[in-house]
């Protein structure tokens, strides 16, 4: 039985290694034309740094490229797709198991409520997510906040952030670890070449670590001398260091960390250095670009990936119940769980409902990975609530984070964290996490109404002059 469950596991993969391929060589991006007609190449490289620019022509011409290039293939990705699904589903049918959900979690020990009791905090948080779409639109100063506009720059001026200084404020964020782990990571990243930096051509999109028994972790990134750059550079770092302390305690059997753990690290480490960066500079433009890293952060991990994961839930059911998957309804699908969040103060203009629903086939990896997806919220819960307890200085919470990231798989994942001092089958560290982004979302509240108030003060005072 193993051995043909061995032979199958090449073809069944084979729909996980064609999405890719077209994403990141073939398809046909049309560029973002900016107001003064400049012309801005769009690419997998390329695309987080348009949707972030000042020139709001570059952001919704780069939107609607990328958007608009997926759905070219719509048909394609889906029936990649619902391959990858039925896959899933015929693994858990021949090994037994209830449901696909089932076979994903109950090898690695994880309870199904852990999953569904993150799905019911992500819903009863959305609100937060309308209130933080009511303040973007205050801080652009638009009357009309669009989809395109969900991830711009807030403050018009740009944060420059050399390698250097994006090392060393990680290098102060961390530490409360101790100074042997902020020693290996300096030397890590500084002398012993983890890190390749910058971008380059032909550099396919993205970031991540990456670690073998015996070797030093080696991170792959594309540095753009900004805040989101330093902050994705501590993510990665976290990830690695994670690898360095699992491969240098855990023989090799037991040196690999599982995924539900993964974001777990990565994560502590942004919020460490973000909390170090609100408490140093007081400047208003400064904290409202740390607030606004943090809030592209919590976009990624607190509504993207839960839609996902939602999305995700129900083909997987559909196909055990028997029906049919296609691009439309899987795109119908997305929209509708995507506009949830969106809510009221987001509007949408003609043909926005299929380039939002055209979002599950731009992931064009992890959806491959049965209910991979949701391990991110999970992941960033248990950061939060981790690095809430070290910054506040707790006794023994650093030590036990520590003694975390060294059990490697010698533990199973939810014992592993319950070490580090954080249960990840109740609901509290979910909520705490929203409760984290919701208090982001006050502070940003204030500084953009203060913002706002000096201005009106100046225009008040000239009137009078």
């Known amino acids: 039985v193993g051995g043909l469950r061995r032979q199958a596991a090449d073809p069944c993969g084979t729909a996980a290694s064609i999405p890719g391929v077209p994403a990141n060589a073939d398809l046909p991006f049309a560029p973002a034309v ?18 972030s620019s000042t020139d709001r022509d570059v952001r919704r011409n780069a939107w609607e490229s990328y958007a608009d290039a997926h759905l070219t293939l719509k048909n394609t990705m889906a029936a990649c797709i619902t391959a990858g699904v039925k896959r899933d589903v015929f ?23 852990v999953f569904h009791n993150m799905l019911d905090a992500f819903k009863r948080n959305i609100p937060t997510w309308h209130r933080y779409w009511a303040v973007r639109k205050r801080a652009l100063g638009v009357d009309r906040l669009h989809v395109f506009d969900t991830r711009a720059t807030l403050t018009g001026r740009e944060i420059p952030v050399d390698y ?47 670690s073998g028994h015996g070797t030093n972790p080696f991170i792959f990134l594309s540095f753009n001398n900004d805040i989101f750059s330093m902050s994705t550079l501590a993510h990665e770092i976290g990830h690695s260091m994670h690898s360095y302390y699992s491969n ?87 929209a509708d769980l995507m506009i949830e ?33 949701y391990q991110y919220a999970t992941g960033i819960a248990g950061a939060n609530w981790l690095a809430e307890r070290v910054m506040a200085g ?64 100046k225009a008040s005072s000239a009137g009078r002059g």
């Open 91 to 113: 693994v858990a049918r021949a090994r037994r198991y209830r449901s696909s959900l089932d076979a994903a979690l109950t090898p690695n020990h994880i309870p199904l409520g």
């Open 248 to 334: 240098a305690t855990q023989p090799i059997v037991y040196a690999r960390y599982g995924l539900f753990v993964a974001e777990v690290a990565s994560n502590f480490h942004q919020a460490l250095v973000r909390a170090h960066l609100l408490t140093t500079n007081p400047d208003p433009e400064f904290q409202i670009s740390v607030i606004e890293e943090a809030m592209a952060n919590f976009y990624r991990y607190f509504f993207v990936m839960p839609s996902l994961a939602r999305f995700e839930l129900e083909v997987h059911e559909r196909v055990e119940r028997g029906e049919a998957l296609n691009a439309d309804a899987m795109n119908a699908l997305m």
């Open 394 to 457: 707790e006794q023994g919470a650093a030590e036990n984070y520590l003694s975390f990231i060294k059990t490697g798989s010698s533990r199973f994942p939810l014992d592993a964290l319950r070490l580090a001092g954080v249960d990840m089958t109740g609901r509290e560290p979910v909520e705490k996490a929203f409760a984290v982004m919701a208090s982001m979302v006050e502070r940003l509240e204030r500084l953009v109404d203060g913002r706002t108030g000096e201005v009106e003060k």
């Open 34 to 51: 900016a107001g003064d007609g400049d012309q801005h190449e769009v690419a997998q490289g390329t695309i987080n740094a348009l949707l």
């Open 164 to 210: 250097q200084q994006a090392v060393d404020w990680v290098l102060e964020g961390v530490a409360p670890l101790g100074a042997e782990y902020g020693e290996v990571l300096r030397r890590g990243v500084l002398e012993q070449r983890w890190v390749d930096i910058y971008p380059n051509k032909g550099k396919r999109m993205g970031a991540f670590s990456l």
């Open 341 to 373: 969040v969106y809510g009221d103060e987001v509007e949408l203009r003609e043909g926005d409902r299929d380039r939002i629903g055209s979002t599950w086939a731009q992931f064009h990896t992890h959806l491959y990975s049965n209910f991979y997806v």
